[in-house]
């Protein structure tokens, strides 16, 4: 029952709805919906029903007034039963949980207990194999394992601005450990600093410059000095989505916009006693109120949130939220406008009726194109509403003049016939404005121009239509009173007195007389006006960077400063270093060392090519099939990926320009590699073996891939996770090139690493071959194996010790 509901809620895509909308029909059901529109509920016996009718405004209109007056019922077809078995008396498990009819949103879930626990596991990747007292081996891979693992899945041991006084460290501690602290605290912690301080410069400042690993072990020292347990470290829940959540964030992790359901994870934080963002207030500022103060207040723990997926739907939520009070201002602006201009309530109301029919029309365009409405197209319907308002004076104005001039009578189609040409220039001179967006390579910029252009042009149907229909029908009350002024003997533009709009009109037609007495004046000010304005200019800035789109205040950008500040940095970068199929080699440790032994054999290059690779396609130049002679071992391969990992985070890490945080690759997950070797080593053969078996549950994770088709097919992907500063000002122009200038000196060492061990080779068997034509073909001579003598160069150390190229940071 449960996998046929798996499958079932997976096909549907069934959204679990929100508990207020249960027993709905009356019928004690709970409700779901699918992503094309339908709606599901499940009665209290296990039954699921497709509800067959629609919902829309009259529909809805319709069953709001027969669930008042309790004639409603509810109409659904049978699509699934899930039944209890027999025998069994208690309410369905299935109506009892309806989760589990609702489809996955997340594929993983994982905690920094969780890893450490996969680990640090007896016999796992850092369980140690030395000298270790067996009683302190879970300890000590527990230890590697949150090390590894710190910046990314747990927080710091403590913070950048730790300052090591006794009032810092009694803070840091917990309750339970500060009930027990003994009564010469104060002086344990002075002298446990002083002697710590040793190591570094024997000043406290250099105690708070030192790198995280080392205030790290520096905390540890002083917890065993002052006889503390060591307090366990601030972990986080790291999610994935799957494609359905992906495709629909707000189910996942959205807010509750506008009405709208809550996202999954925020139901389950509340559930959890956590204290999850609440929906968003609609009320334009001053008067909404602030979501993170009332979180704070609730008394819970505060749920933060950070990754791409909460930046996205952060993005859309914000948009609509700013459509909303958008929406809110221009209807209230546009409205007073109105009335104040016509004195006249009825067209007040035709007016705004247009220009929010312009708006919804807008929309409604977007969506029979199949468009999504992103943050960039949210600000077009109060364009389309101020624009259609406009045409709606206009049209207006038109018809005032024709109600003077002519009369009532047909005032509304004469005033069509002199609006139709100027409205349409005016509309058609903006639509080709905004269609000029489409130049932009920018989806966002290119779907408004070309849907506002759109609906800029059919707001004319609207105006051209129902604007004269509504005047005909609904006469204004100058119309009805008024008589024409040829019939008084008028001229053409006098107005009466006791027009309603004869102040105003003589308002503007003053201020009209001024501008044109002062033109001198007014051309000066405006040049000094003109000038002001560029002024601004150099103020402009433009940035790539997600975040500088949300206002200060908003809740992303705090729960990004509290993250940020207490765990690690946290917008990804990844580095992919693909290993084409000739640099592969499925042999271990122990053959290598064997073919190295026989390295003066002719048929060593052969022996070593990858499955597949000839000299003919070499000779081609088929970038995708070019031959190396001496390809790398998996344990290699693991080694080049560590490299290039160690070189990136000490040059761009917190001991080079500071701009990324922890990495995460492969090796983060394997034990610690064995230190190379010129011979063959037992170590490494062990390793490699370990590692080969290994190999499949690697592939299973987010870090190591096959590529499985186009040119590159067969290439090992290897993947390293860095991390960038969500509210930092990174170039990431010159991040690129910084990463390029760390990681390129690796690639070029392997390529090296190519070229001598073939030199090698080729002198080898060049002297193989002299000496066979001395003694005769018959008399095989010992193959010796090549000395290289290196010039110029102290002995290589690790990469831990190595000094590193200095990248100066631009910030």
């Given at each position: 029952?449960?996998?046929?509901?798996?499958?079932?809620?997976?096909?549907?895509?069934?959204?679990?709805?929100?508990?207020?909308?249960?027993?709905?029909?009356?019928?004690?059901?709970?409700?779901?919906?699918?992503?094309?529109?339908?709606?599901?509920?499940?009665?209290?016996?296990?039954?699921?029903?497709?509800?067959?009718?629609?919902?829309?405004?009259?529909?809805?209109?319709?069953?709001?007034?027969?669930?008042?007056?309790?004639?409603?019922?509810?109409?659904?077809?049978?699509?699934?039963?899930?039944?209890?078995?027999?025998?069994?008396?208690?309410?369905?498990?299935?109506?009892?949980?309806?989760?589990?009819?609702?489809?996955?949103?997340?594929?993983?879930?994982?905690?920094?207990?969780?890893?450490?626990?996969?680990?640090?596991?007896?016999?796992?990747?850092?369980?140690?194999?030395?000298?270790?007292?067996?009683?302190?081996?879970?300890?000590?891979?527990?230890?590697?394992?949150?090390?590894?693992?710190?910046?990314?899945?747990?927080?710091?041991?403590?913070?950048?601005?730790?300052?090591?006084?006794?009032?810092?460290?009694?803070?840091?501690?917990?309750?339970?450990?500060?009930?027990?602290?003994?009564?010469?605290?104060?002086?344990?912690?002075?002298?446990?600093?002083?002697?710590?301080?040793?190591?570094?410069?024997?000043?406290?400042?250099?105690?708070?410059?030192?790198?995280?690993?080392?205030?790290?072990?520096?905390?540890?020292?002083?917890?065993?000095?002052?006889?503390?347990?060591?307090?366990?470290?601030?972990?986080?829940?790291?999610?994935?989505?799957?494609?359905?959540?992906?495709?629909?964030?707000?189910?996942?992790?959205?807010?509750?916009?506008?009405?709208?359901?809550?996202?999954?994870?925020?139901?389950?934080?509340?559930?959890?006693?956590?204290?999850?963002?609440?929906?968003?207030?609609?009320?334009?500022?001053?008067?909404?109120?602030?979501?993170?103060?009332?979180?704070?207040?609730?008394?819970?723990?505060?749920?933060?949130?950070?990754?791409?997926?909460?930046?996205?739907?952060?993005?859309?939520?914000?948009?609509?939220?700013?459509?909303?009070?958008?929406?809110?201002?221009?209807?209230?602006?546009?409205?007073?406008?109105?009335?104040?201009?016509?004195?006249?309530?009825?067209?007040?109301?035709?007016?705004?009726?247009?220009?929010?029919?312009?708006?919804?029309?807008?929309?409604?365009?977007?969506?029979?194109?199949?468009?999504?409405?992103?943050?960039?197209?949210?600000?077009?319907?109060?364009?389309?509403?101020?624009?259609?308002?406009?045409?709606?004076?206009?049209?207006?104005?038109?018809?005032?003049?024709?109600?003077?001039?002519?009369?009532?009578?047909?005032?509304?189609?004469?005033?069509?016939?002199?609006?139709?040409?100027?409205?349409?220039?005016?509309?058609?001179?903006?639509?080709?404005?905004?269609?000029?967006?489409?130049?932009?390579?920018?989806?966002?910029?290119?779907?408004?121009?070309?849907?506002?252009?759109?609906?800029?042009?059919?707001?004319?149907?609207?105006?051209?239509?129902?604007?004269?229909?509504?005047?005909?029908?609904?006469?204004?009350?100058?119309?009805?009173?008024?008589?024409?002024?040829?019939?008084?003997?008028?001229?053409?533009?006098?107005?009466?007195?006791?027009?309603?709009?004869?102040?105003?009109?003589?308002?503007?037609?003053?201020?009209?007389?001024?501008?044109?007495?002062?033109?001198?004046?007014?051309?000066?000010?405006?040049?000094?006006l003109f000038g002001a304005g560029l002024l601004g200019l150099p103020k402009v800035k433009t940035s790539v960077q997600l975040l500088k789109l949300f206002d200060s205040e908003a809740r992303i950008i705090a729960d990004y400063g509290?993250?940020?500040?207490?765990f690690g940095k946290l917008v990804p970068m990844e580095l992919v270093i693909r290993v084409p199929p000739a640099m592969i080699s499925n042999r271990t440790a122990r053959s290598e060392a064997v073919a190295a032994a026989a390295l003066?054999?002719?048929?060593?290059?052969?022996?070593?090519?990858?499955?597949?690779?000839?000299?003919?396609?070499?000779?081609?130049?088929?970038?995708?099939?070019?031959?190396?002679?001496?390809?790398?071992?998996?344990?290699?391969?693991?080694?080049?990926?560590?490299?290039?990992?160690?070189?990136?985070?000490?040059?761009?890490?917190?001991?080079?320009?500071?701009?990324?945080?922890?990495?995460?690759?492969?090796?983060?997950?394997?034990?610690?590699?064995?230190?190379?070797?010129?011979?063959?080593?037992?170590?490494?053969?062990?390793?490699?073996?370990?590692?080969?078996?290994?190999?499949?549950?690697?592939?299973?994770?987010?870090?190591?891939?096959?590529?499985?088709?186009?040119?590159?097919?067969?290439?090992?992907?290897?993947?390293?996770?860095?991390?960038v500063g969500a509210l930092n000002d990174v170039d990431y122009g010159q991040f690129v090139d910084d990463l390029r200038k760390t990681v390129v000196p690796v690639l070029d060492a392997y390529r090296a690493r190519d070229l001598i061990?073939?030199?090698?080779?080729?002198?080898?068997?060049?002297?193989?071959?002299?000496?066979?034509?001395?003694?005769?073909?018959?008399?095989?001579?010992?193959?010796?194996?090549?000395?290289?003598?290196?010039?110029?160069?102290?002995?290589?150390?690790?990469?831990?010790?190595?000094?590193?190229?200095?990248?100066?940071?631009?910030?």
């Amino acid at each position: 029952g449960h996998r046929r509901a798996r499958e079932l809620a997976e096909k549907l895509q069934l959204f679990l709805e929100p508990s207020a909308l249960d027993n709905w029909g009356g019928l004690g059901e709970k409700w779901f919906a699918s992503p094309s529109g339908r709606y599901y509920y499940l009665t209290s016996d296990g039954r699921l029903f497709r509800w067959l009718e629609g919902s829309n405004a009259v529909g809805g209109l319709g069953r709001m007034i027969k669930r008042a007056l309790g004639r409603y019922q509810l109409h659904g077809e049978l699509v699934a039963e899930f039944a209890q078995p027999s025998g069994v008396d208690r309410t369905n498990e299935f109506y009892n949980d309806p989760t589990l009819l609702a489809a996955s949103l997340f594929q993983t879930v994982q905690t920094g207990a969780d890893l450490v626990d996969q680990l640090a596991v007896e016999g796992g990747p850092l369980w140690p194999i030395d000298l270790t007292d067996l009683d302190q081996r879970a300890s000590v891979a527990r230890a590697r394992a949150t090390e590894r693992l710190t910046g990314t899945m747990f927080a710091p041991a403590l913070p950048a601005d730790f300052d090591w006084t006794p009032a810092a460290v009694f803070d840091r501690l917990p309750a339970e450990t500060r009930e027990s602290l003994p009564a010469d605290f104060d002086i344990l912690v002075r002298g446990a600093v002083e002697q710590i301080q040793q190591r570094f410069g024997g000043t406290a400042e250099g105690l708070r410059r030192a790198s995280m690993d080392e205030r790290a072990q520096a905390w540890e020292e002083l917890c065993l000095a002052i006889g503390v347990p060591l307090p366990p470290r601030q972990t986080c829940i790291l999610v994935t989505l799957t494609t359905l959540g992906k495709d629909y964030l707000g189910r996942s992790v959205g807010r509750g916009v506008v009405g709208g359901p809550r996202g999954r994870l925020m139901i389950l934080a509340d559930e959890s006693g956590l204290a999850a963002a609440p929906p968003p207030s609609m009320a334009p500022p001053p008067f909404d109120r602030d979501a993170a103060d009332l979180a704070v207040a609730d008394g819970r723990p505060v749920l933060r949130l950070g990754g791409p997926p909460v930046d996205n739907i952060a993005i859309d939520e914000e948009g609509t939220i700013t459509l909303v009070r958008l929406v809110g201002y221009s209807g209230l602006i546009g409205l007073g406008l109105a009335f104040l201009c016509f004195r006249s309530f009825n067209l007040t109301l035709m007016v705004f009726t247009v220009g929010v029919s312009a708006a919804a029309l807008g929309l409604a365009i977007c969506y029979w194109a199949g468009t999504t409405v992103d943050a960039i197209l949210m600000t077009m319907p109060s364009l389309i509403y101020v624009l259609g308002i406009s045409g709606a004076i206009h049209i207006v104005n038109y018809y005032r003049d024709e109600v003077r001039h002519a009369g009532a009578s047909g005032a509304a189609s004469r005033a069509i016939k002199h609006a139709m040409v100027p409205c349409f220039l005016a509309a058609f001179t903006t639509a080709l404005g905004l269609i000029s967006l489409c130049t932009s390579n920018i989806v966002p910029i290119y779907n408004f121009g070309l849907y506002s252009a759109i609906a800029v042009m059919t707001t004319l149907l609207i105006l051209f239509t129902y604007l004269p229909a509504a005047l005909e029908t609904f006469p204004p009350r100058f119309a009805l009173t008024g008589t024409s002024a040829r019939s008084q003997g008028a001229g053409d533009n006098q107005l009466e007195s006791g027009d309603e709009s004869y102040g105003l009109n003589e308002f503007w037609a003053g201020f009209g007389r001024f501008v044109t007495k002062h033109y001198r004046l007014m051309i000066v000010l405006c040049l000094v006006l003109f000038g002001a304005g560029l002024l601004g200019l150099p103020k402009v800035k433009t940035s790539v960077q997600l975040l500088k789109l949300f206002d200060s205040e908003a809740r992303i950008i705090a729960d990004y400063g509290y993250l940020e500040s207490n765990f690690g940095k946290l917008v990804p970068m990844e580095l992919v270093i693909r290993v084409p199929p000739a640099m592969i080699s499925n042999r271990t440790a122990r053959s290598e060392a064997v073919a190295a032994a026989a390295l003066g054999s002719r048929t060593a290059a052969a022996d070593t090519a990858a499955p597949g690779v000839s000299t003919a396609d070499v000779s081609q130049g088929n970038p995708a099939s070019i031959a190396y002679r001496h390809p790398l071992t998996l344990l290699q391969r693991a080694e080049a990926v560590d490299l290039i990992d160690t070189a990136v985070r000490r040059t761009l890490g917190e001991s080079g320009t500071g701009v990324i945080g922890r990495t995460m690759s492969a090796v983060t997950f394997l034990p610690p590699l064995p230190e190379p070797s010129s011979s063959y080593s037992p170590v490494r053969s062990r390793f490699e073996s370990g590692l080969a078996k290994s190999l499949d549950d690697l592939s299973t994770s987010d870090f190591f891939r096959f590529e499985t088709s186009g040119p590159f097919d067969g290439s090992e992907l290897w993947r390293v996770s860095l991390r960038v500063g969500a509210l930092n000002d990174v170039d990431y122009g010159q991040f690129v090139d910084d990463l390029r200038k760390t990681v390129v000196p690796v690639l070029d060492a392997y390529r090296a690493r190519d070229l001598i061990l073939s030199a090698c080779e080729a002198s080898t068997s060049g002297r193989q071959d002299a000496a066979e034509a001395d003694t005769g073909p018959a008399v095989k001579p010992k193959s010796a194996a090549p000395r290289v003598l290196l010039l110029g160069y102290h002995e290589p150390q690790t990469m831990g010790q190595e000094d590193f190229l200095k990248i100066s940071n631009p910030a």
